[in-house]
């Protein structure tokens, strides 16, 4: 009974130090090291079902994941129920006993961040005030008024929510950040276009971009005309390659992907494989998903994964980094309280030398679709381009009804043509348009 | 208090339990615990809805609160919401014939294991298999009276290996989740075919891409089924106008030997005992021998839409219902598989699936198989991987030339508006004409 007190107090406010605290004692009085990952926040969000809002969602989290690892034995369990801690460090004990033994240095001990603090919070948000959320789905509309294209969707919402790790060697960090975005789903005959944003901060989002630019692109993209199979030089949007990054760039960074032997780059750290022009980099200090602390509490820093082509680092987490002789980046990712922490990254930046891509002519891609059928270990794939069309001077002529784009991923970026001057900010991602040439298209 | 006009409040009490195998290693073994609910209402106008975790801890006191909550959000609300009158009711859920629950972790990691163990065969460089269950009691009540209770545990697991030579690198994947108990034992088999497959692939020449005509084995073309027919028929879809199946009710979409089913009833990975409205499932014909003859539906896009089945919303737990497949199967037709390979004469087979994606609103789709065979004169010869399929919807449906007899059903996840739910797509083989395949070759 006394759990349920505390655990209705924590859903009411608390910033849960009391059960964090009562989970850590009783881990450590069982000889475990111990770790609460604590997440408690509200949010809401306004469906468009046409141009007309159909849902107005509330949600509040509650949930934690909680780890315990004793002679190198690692076991994790997660609940929403805060009468339920008990059972939960207690699966966590019962998992680790079956998970094999491996090496372990120790959990985050206390330590300070690489830099002082984050700008990550908006008191304009933090209420999640409906009328708020209802004022930019209204932006978006009028913006979209009179595009000439169908609003069949689209969805306003705003969040703050609290992320806090702690753990039996005086680890303890919090951090409380707001969220807002918006989207818009169009059609114009069989046209479609989507877009998006989304942002920290209510002034740095705009609704009346993602409302224009949603019709523009079903509007454009209307009566496209065939394209004949063949090589063509390609532009990708910063979209369709943050879409290839995620799919098999991003994985193939990872330490134990590398250790193993799932990635295509392993073996390969000094190697120079991808185009000289280009470098790849974690960030965490800036956009959306910026922390000073990663999911087990470990600073977090740049790490710079490609260097002027060079593989210069690979990302860890702790598990990972003790396993192989390595030290952690600050690289352990959590999506929510449920499961272990993963190795991910946070804020991924694609830069290099930057020029005028756009001068001659060349086949522009939106998006793509089907990014995650891509074989994650090899970077082969072959998708299908949405609103695509030819670009000619940087300005989009004639589109493209339909076009399938095969290739590599590591030998695309490996030949690469050129990095665009502007980037697209996608919160946990800066990402450029990249010109490639004699990519294989595939038409109808 | 100020009353709904409607409510319904869906409640998951669940626990789950996932086991992690990377080569040979037991990586993690962990279970979790969740208490969710989704409580909606209507006023005068749309939706307002309230998420709330720890629900059985809350008091008649809270929910009453959360009522007026969802209340006040509503009135932010502008469409009118009309919601068809359908036949409410609970299936049995089928027994299982050996509960997982009852089955102890470390025998579990035992019989995974052996699974994971039997991939790591000559060229495999690495081996991984995981496990999960996922059971809980869902109680279902709406303001209308109607309330249903059911409990259900879905468990499987996958296992996959990735093979080396030289510079080259394949990768093989098995997988099986049921509702109908525990599937881990003597399977030991799923673990040496994933590792076989990636060490064939190694040999495998890149396929070279263009149109040409192509036989969709069973998981591919129930993929197509799946992602090309049935989302296209997803009652929001047509609502928004986001479908090329809109306004096509009755016409001939396809060819005359095709008949596309979503059936929630059968005792398949998507079986559901009632959906998230407290509607009794039944089985809905999407195309009937070619000609469109029903969307699937929830009440809400039953009444604005028309001509199809309610009984289609589900939800994954903590989430707003949206209109869901679940069993989705082309039916069998009366070709052999000889005959399916032999009419297409030359060509390629394409066999198993990555995945894949559609745009319904514009039509088109793109899947990639795991691998395939080249069709010389009537028969199989060269294998070849990395190929991916691409179509539009409607020209592909006049396209299907032949179906064989030998459906065969593949459990997965579907994903739409942010939820993943238990589905099962299924086919017999295929003859495509005219497909546009995509390749490196």
Redesign the interface.
């Known amino acids: 009974m006394m759990a349920d007190a505390i655990g209705n107090k924590i859903a009411n406010g608390d910033d849960g130090s009391e059960i964090i605290d009562r989970i850590l004692n009783a881990g450590r009085k069982l000889g475990y090291e111990t770790e609460v990952y604590f997440v408690t926040g509200k949010g809401i969000n306004l469906e468009l079902k046409g141009k007309l809002i159909g849902e107005a969602c509330g949600s509040e989290t509650w949930a934690m994941g909680v780890r315990v690892i004793k002679d190198g034995r690692i076991g994790c369990s997660s609940t929403n129920s805060p009468s339920r801690w008990e059972d939960c460090l207690n699966s966590a004990i019962a998992g680790s006993k079956f998970s094999d033994m491996q090496e372990w240095g120790g959990m985050a001990k206390p330590s300070k961040p690489a830099v002082s603090s984050l700008n990550v919070f908006d008191k304009n948000i933090a209420d999640c005030d409906i009328a708020t959320a209802k004022e930019l789905i209204e932006r978006m509309l009028s913006a979209a008024e009179g595009k000439g294209a169908e609003i069949a969707g689209g969805s306003g919402s705003l969040s703050v929510g609290t992320t806090t790790v702690a753990n039996t060697e005086g680890v303890c960090y919090s951090l409380e950040k707001t969220g807002c975005g918006v989207s818009m789903e169009t059609i114009d005959g069989t046209s479609t276009g989507y877009e998006f944003d989304s942002s920290g901060f209510l002034k740095d989002l705009d609704p009346e971009r993602v409302g224009r630019e949603a019709c523009e692109m079903a509007v454009f993209s209307k009566n496209g005309g065939d394209i004949a199979t063949g090589k063509y030089d390609v532009i990708l949007s910063p979209l369709s390659v943050c879409q290839l990054l995620s799919a098999v760039v991003i994985p193939s960074l990872s330490g134990r992907n590398v250790h193993s032997k799932r990635s295509y780059l392993e073996g390969k750290l000094g190697e120079c494989v991808f185009d000289e022009k280009l470098s790849l980099y974690d960030n965490p200090f800036e956009g959306e998903s910026a922390r000073l602390y990663d999911a087990e509490g470990v600073p977090t820093k740049r790490i710079d994964f490609v260097k002027d082509g060079v593989v210069e680092a690979f990302a860890y987490d702790l598990r990972t980094a003790y396993r192989y002789g390595e030290k952690s980046t600050g690289s352990a990712v959590r999506a929510g309280a449920g499961g272990a922490p993963v190795i991910g990254t946070h804020n991924i930046c694609l830069d290099g030398k930057r020029e005028n891509i756009f001068d001659e002519k060349a086949v522009f891609a939106t998006g793509i679709v089907g990014a995650h059928t891509a074989n994650g270990v090899t970077g082969d794939f072959s998708v299908e381009l949405s609103n695509a069309s030819w670009m000619n001077a940087g300005v989009k002529e004639n589109p493209i009804k339909s076009a399938m784009l095969s290739g590599n991923i590591f030998d695309m970026l490996k030949n690469l043509s050129g990095i665009s001057k502007e980037s697209r900010d996608f919160g946990s991602g800066v990402i450029p348009y990249l010109r490639f040439s004699e990519l294989s298209v595939i038409g109808r | 208090m100020e009353s709904p006009d409607y409510y319904d409040i869906r409640h998951v009490n669940g626990s789950s339990v996932?086991i992690e195998i990377?080569?040979g290693?037991?990586?993690?073994?962990?279970?979790?615990?969740?208490?969710?609910a989704v409580l909606r209402v209507l006023k005068k106008s749309?939706?307002?809805?309230?998420?709330?975790?720890?629900y059985?801890?809350k008091s008649k006191k809270e929910i009453n609160e959360y009522i007026k909550?969802?209340l006040?959000?509503?009135s932010?609300?502008?469409?009118k919401?009309e919601l068809a009158e359908a036949k409410s009711g609970i299936l049995k859920v089928p027994a299982m014939k050996e509960d997982p629950r009852e089955i102890s972790?470390?025998e579990k990691?035992g019989l995974l294991m052996e699974i994971e163990r039997a991939a790591a065969i000559k060229d495999i460089?690495?081996t991984?298999a995981n496990y999960t269950e996922g059971s809980g009691t869902v109680h279902f009540e709406d303001s209308s009276g109607n309330e249903y209770e059911y409990e259900i545990c879905r468990s499987g697991y996958s296992v996959s290996a990735?093979a080396?030579r030289g510079d080259i690198?394949?990768?093989g994947r098995e997988s099986e989740h049921t509702i109908l108990g525990l599937n881990l034992r003597h399977k030991a088999e799923k673990g040496r075919s994933a590792a076989e497959r990636a060490v064939s692939l190694l040999d495998a020449k890149?396929a070279k891409?263009?149109?040409m005509d192509a036989v969709l084995d069973q998981e591919l073309a129930g993929v197509f089924a799946h992602e090309a027919v049935g989302h296209a028929s997803e009652g929001d879809l047509v609502?928004?106008?986001?479908s090329?199946l809109k306004g096509k009710m009755g016409e001939r979409i396809g060819n005359g030997i095709l008949t596309v089913v979503d059936d929630p009833t059968l005792p398949e990975f998507g079986f559901m005992p009632v959906d998230c409205e407290g509607i009794l499932p039944a089985r809905t014909e999407i195309i009937k021998n070619g000609v469109l003859n029903s969307y699937l539906h929830n009440r809400q896009t039953l009444a604005a839409v028309g001509d199809g089945d309610a009984g289609h919303a589900r939800a994954q737990t903590g989430e707003?219902p949206v209109v869901r497949m679940s069993n989705t199967f082309i039916e069998n037709g009366d070709s052999s598989y000889d005959e399916v390979i032999a009419e297409c004469r030359n060509g390629i087979l394409l066999k198993g699936s990555?995945?894949?994606?559609?745009?319904p609103?514009?039509?088109?789709?793109?899947?990639?198989a795991e691998y395939g065979y080249l069709i010389e004169n009537g028969e199989l010869s060269g294998m070849v991987r990395?190929?991916?399929l691409?179509g539009?919807i409607l020209k592909t449906l006049h396209d299907i030339v032949l179906c064989a007899d030998d459906r065969r059903m593949n459990p997965g996840y579907c994903g739409k508006s942010g939820q993943n739910v238990p589905v099962t797509d299924g086919s017999p083989h295929l003859l495509l004409k005219n497909a546009?395949?995509?390749?490196?070759g």
């Not at chain 2, 749309?46 to 720890?54: A, M």
Request: overall charge negative; glycine content about 16%.
């Open positions: 996932h990377d080569n290693r037991i990586e993690s073994a962990s279970g979790s615990f969740s208490d969710t749309g939706w307002g809805i309230v998420s709330i975790e720890n059985g801890s909550t969802a006040r959000y509503a932010a609300t502008a469409e919401v972790l470390e990691c460089i690495n991984r990735v080396k690198i394949q990768a890149p891409g263009g149109i609502k928004e106008g986001v090329v707003v990555r995945g894949g994606q559609v745009d609103g514009r039509g088109v789709f793109q899947f990639n990395d190929l991916s691409s539009e546009v395949i995509g390749g490196m």
